[in-house]
């Protein structure tokens, strides 16, 4: 079954400074990843999704993942972070074509400081 | 479009009440999900829905737990009895036939006293 590692619970950037959120998967196929983000009492909002084809792709609100299936990784990044990114951060994989289930890791809860 | 659209969005309740959760996917969406949230075990898939039949109710934790989708636009989680340890975030999200990205709702926090 496929499954999704965060090993950072939480990180303190200060604003203005770059962000980079560690995902890690387990899957036997080709893998469909996911980053969401999910904002104090709000449901998940997708940031970006990786299919097929190029390594590096581009989300919303400035975020980019890049896949890099040597290291069965696909971590989130972003150039020069925003007091508004403050949130909680989630890597999902799902395993199709079987099925559509998504596996979120734990999530990784991003401070941002002044 | 108005989203996914899950009521109510706070519901306390006493154990041993019945609790039932609605859900309304985007409109033209053939897929259907039922996610719990909590601190212990995170975001949990309980059941989804392909075309209002259930295709995987594997995470629905016990027999107090149904789901439902009588139509395309309407479904409901019912917890019956509902006991503290039910107490969480649930949410509802939908997603386009081959197409895999899930739109999530706003999500119903219950709480069980």
């Known amino acids: 079954a496929q499954s999704v590692t965060q090993p950072d619970i939480h990180i303190t950037v200060s604003e203005g400074a770059s962000l980079e959120l560690r995902c890690n998967y387990s899957?036997?196929?080709?893998?469909?990843l996911f980053w969401y983000v999910q904002s104090p009492g709000q449901g998940l909002q997708l940031l970006l999704k990786?299919?097929?084809?190029?390594?590096l792709v581009q989300g919303i609100k400035g975020f980019e993942a890049e896949f890099k299936r040597s290291q069965s990784s696909f971590n989130l990044r972003k150039p020069s972070v925003h007091w508004s990114d403050a949130a909680e951060y989630f890597c999902?994989?799902?395993?199709?074509?079987?099925?559509?289930?998504?596996?979120f890791g734990a999530g990784t809860t991003v401070t941002v400081r002044a | 479009d108005a989203g996914v659209i899950q009521s109510p969005r706070h519901e306390v309740t006493e154990m041993g009440q019945e609790v039932t959760l609605r859900c309304k996917p985007i409109?033209?969406?053939?897929?259907l999900f039922w996610y719990r949230q909590t601190m212990m075990r995170g975001l949990e898939l309980l059941i989804y829905?392909?075309?209002?039949?259930?295709?995987?109710d594997s995470g629905m934790p016990e027999d107090r737990f149904s789901a439902k989708m009588p139509n395309a636009s309407f479904s409901t989680l019912k917890i019956q009895p509902s006991e503290p340890r039910d107490s969480a975030v649930y949410f509802c999200?939908?997603?386009?036939?081959?197409?895999?990205?899930?739109?999530f709702g706003p999500g119903t926090r219950l709480t069980v006293l």
């Open positions: 999200a939908s997603s386009r036939v081959g197409g895999v990205e899930q739109f």
């Open positions: 899957y036997g196929a080709t893998p469909y």
């Open positions: 990786y299919f097929s084809g190029d390594t």
């Open positions: 999902a994989v799902v395993a199709l074509p079987n099925d559509y289930k998504l596996s």
């Open positions: 409109s033209g969406h053939d897929y």
């Open positions: 829905f392909n075309n209002n039949v259930p295709i995987d």
